[in-house]
C-alpha cells in the first residue's frame, strides 16, 4: 500500500547527502520508512551548494531512492540550512507604549520584523529565535497579555550568506519538488540534547566533514553558534601525506586511527594492508591529533569569547555529526578543554523500525532532527482521474434513405414509402403530385383526381406550377 501521509527531509552533507522518509503515529512518535544516502562529491563544500545541477541530479537519485524504499511519491522535501557562513548575531529591540496596556501578538511581531530588518553585511537573516522579554525591567518568559509601558525583545539572530538559500531552491526546481521547508541544522541536530542538559549549559559541537559547528545552550536557549570551516575531510587530507589515495586514507582514519595522545607511545607499530605502502601508526594518529587539535582549539576559543566556561557549562560536551565517532576524541577534549563529552543520542521516541541504532550513530542526528521539526504532508498529490469522455448523440437514420427522404423527414413530412420509377427524380414527382391535387380541388366541386400515367404527367404539372395553366388563365 502506498504511503500517503508522511514527511521527507534531506540534510546536505560535505560527503554525502542523507534523505529521510518517516510518518507521524497516533501518539505523536515518528516511525522512519526508509533512510537513503547518495555520495556528495565535490557538489557540496563545507555544507554549501557548489554545483548546483549535479547537486540537483544526486537529490533526483536519493529522492527516487527513497520513494522505492518507502513506497511512496515524494511532492515536498524538508532542507537543512547549514556551511561555513552561519553566524550568530544579538539583537536588542524595544518599544515605548504611550500608556500601560497589555502586550499583544501585533506588539511581538513587530519587535521581530525589526530585528529580522538588521543588515548585517554580505549575509542575509535566516532565523530569528526570541531568548528572552523584559517587560518594565522584569524578565518574563511570555509577555503577552502582561500590562506595561515598555518591553525589550532580545533576540538570536542567524544570519548566512544569501547564495545558501537560493541555491538550495534552485536545486529543488531543477528536481521538480515544492519546499516543505527550510531548517537550520544546528537547531535539528539539537535533538540530542536533554533539556536538563540545555538548562544546565551544555557545549553542542557538531564534528561533520566540511565544518564543526559549535551551538552554546544556557537556561534552555540557544546562547551562541559558530561555524568552523574544518573537519573531519581536513584530517583525511592530511593523512594523504603518508602516500595514501583520499579514499584509503579515509578508510585507515576509520578504522585504526585515533585522537587520543597516548596513542603516540607506539613508534614502532606498522599497519599493512593489502595494496597500500606500510603505515607507521604512530604517524597516523599524529595527522589526525595534529588537526583535531587545531579544530578543538577553535571551539575553545569561541566558547571563551562567546563568555562561557567550565563552570557555566556544567553539562560539558556533546558531541554529534559524523566525525565525533573518532577513537580516543573525548581523551583529547578533557586534555584541551578540562571539560568531559559525551556522544549525542536523539532524545525524543522515534521507531527506527529496519534501521535500529540510526538514531546513536551522530551522522544522522540532523537529519533525524530535520523529521522531528517537520509538521507538513509531503506526499504527492495523487492525479486527477481524467473526465469520462460522453458520445454525442446522433438520430438513427434509416439504413439506405435517400436525401430526399431524410429531407422530408427532417421537414416533418412523412417520406413515401412507394416504389419510385427508375430514373424520375422524386423532388418532381412530389411537385407534380401535390399540382394534380390542387387542380382537382379547384374545378367546380369535381372531386376526382386525374390519373397521371408516366412520367409526363409528373412534369407537365411540374411546368404548371412554374408557367400557370394557359385554359385556366383564358377561362378567368
Known sequence: MELTDFIAAVDLGTSKILGIVAARKNDGSLRVYAIEEEESDSCIKRGCIQNVDETAAKLSRLIHKLESSAKCRIGKIYVGLGGQSLQSVDNKVTRVLNEEAPITDRIINSLNEESRSLPISNKEI????????????????????????????????????????????????????????????????????????????????????????????????LRHLSVIPLGGHAITKDITSLKLLEKDAEKVKIEHGSADPATGNEPNRMLRREGSPEIQV??????????????????????????????????????????????????????????????????????????????????????????????????????????????????????????????????????STEPQAAGVDESVHDYGTQQQQASSTTEGGNSTDKKSHGPGAGIGGFLKILFGDDKDTKRD
Request: aromatic residues 4%; proline residues 6%.
Open 126 to 221: 535566516l532565523d530569528i529565535i526570541p531568548l528572552e522579554y523584559l517587560v518594565d525591567q522584569k524578565r518574563v518568559s511570555q509577555p503577552v497579555g502582561v500590562y506595561a509601558t515598555e518591553i525589550e525583545a532580545n533576540h538570536k539572530i542567524i544570519a548566512g550568506r544569501p547564495s545558501i538559500r537560493k541555491n538550495i531552491r534552485r536545486v529543488l526546481e531543477k528536481v521538480g519538488v515544492e519546499e516543505a521547508g527550510l531548517i537550520l541544522s544546528p537547531l535539528a541536530a539539537a535533538c540530542v540534547l536533554p533539556e536538563n542538559e540545555k538548562s544546565l549549559g551544555c557545549a553542542l559541537v557538531d564534528f561533520g566533514a566540511g565544518t564543526t559547528t559549535l551551538s552554546i545552550y544556557k537556561d534552555g536557549l
Open 282 to 415: 604512530s604517524l597516523l594518529n599524529q595527522c589526525i591529533t595534529s588537526r583535531q587539535e587545531e579544530i578543538l582549539e577553535n571551539v575553545a576559543n569561541q566558547i571563551k569569547q562567546a563568555g562561557f566556561d567550565r563552570n557555566k557549562l556544567s553539562a560539558g560536551f556533546v558531541v554529534t555529526g559524523g566525525a565525533s565517532a573518532m577513537t580516543g576524541l573525548p581523551e583529547l577534549i578533557l586534555k584541551l578543554t578540562d571539560m568531559d563529552s559525551k556522544p549525542g543520542r536523539v532524545q525524543k521516541a522515534v521507531d527506527y523500525s529496519r534501521y535500529a541504532g540510526f538514531g546513536e550513530r551522530g551522522a544522522y542526528s540532523v537529519l533525524i532532527g530535520l523529521a522531528l521539526k517537520g509538521n507538513v504532508n509531503c506526499a504527492k498529490p495523487k492525479d486527477p482521474e481524467p473526465e469520462p469522455i460522453v458520445e454525442p448523440v446522433v438520430e438513427e437514420q434509416t439504413v439506405g434513405a435517400t436525401a430526399a427522404e431524410q429531407s422530408a423527414t427532417h421537414y416533418g413530412q412523412p417520406a
